[in-house]
């Protein structure tokens, strides 16, 4: 037989033994309730464990783009370093960055490293 995750709620019925027996050996969770209302919390509860988590998002600071380039790394290869220039608010580097164009994101995620001219930076505003 094959083995499934599944739950089964039931409502004011009693399940014969053979389909217990049968629905155990198929990894199926049999849930029998005598009452509607907490059928209906259990089954809430027990969709709302299975969403994902949301995630929310804080605009923090924008910026602007002034160039775009390549440099090569210590085992020669290519990375691509965006210049901003920060309009408003305050970039931290261990936050989570969104570059976009005409509104469609191309990067999100973290970044290696902030620096301006030769010295690196934790935050820069």
Same mark, same amino acid.
């Given at each position: 037989? @094959?083995? !499934?995750? +599944?739950? #089964? %709620?039931?409502?004011?019925? /009693?399940?014969?033994?053979?389909?217990?027996?049968? *629905?155990? $050996?198929?990894?199926?969770?049999?849930?029998?309730?005598? @009452? !509607?209302?907490?059928?209906?919390? +259990?089954?809430? /509860?027990?969709?709302?464990? *299975?969403l994902p988590? $949301?995630? &929310?998002?804080? #605009? =923090?600071? $924008?910026?602007?783009?002034?160039? $775009?380039?390549?440099?090569?790394?210590?085992?020669?290869?290519?990375?691509?370093? *965006?210049?901003?220039? !920060? /309009?408003?608010? /305050?970039?931290?580097?261990?936050? @989570?960055?969104?570059?976009?164009?005409?509104? &469609? *994101? %191309? %990067?999100?995620?973290? =970044?290696?490293?902030?620096?301006?001219?030769?010295?690196?930076? =934790?935050?820069?505003?």
């Amino acid at each position: 037989m @094959v083995n !499934v995750s +599944a739950m #089964l %709620y039931t409502f004011n019925v /009693d399940t014969p033994s053979s389909i217990r027996r049968c *629905a155990s $050996e198929s990894g199926v969770e049999i849930r029998p309730f005598n @009452v !509607v209302y907490r059928l209906v919390d +259990a089954l809430k /509860d027990d969709l709302s464990k *299975a969403l994902p988590e $949301e995630t &929310e998002r804080v #605009l =923090i600071g $924008e910026g602007h783009v002034l160039k $775009e380039f390549l440099i090569s790394d210590r085992n020669r290869k290519k990375q691509p370093i *965006a210049g901003v220039l !920060v /309009d408003w608010g /305050d970039f931290q580097r261990n936050c @989570v960055f969104r570059f976009s164009r005409g509104g &469609e *994101a %191309y %990067y999100e995620g973290s =970044i290696e490293s902030m620096k301006g001219d030769s010295s690196l930076f =934790i935050s820069t505003q």
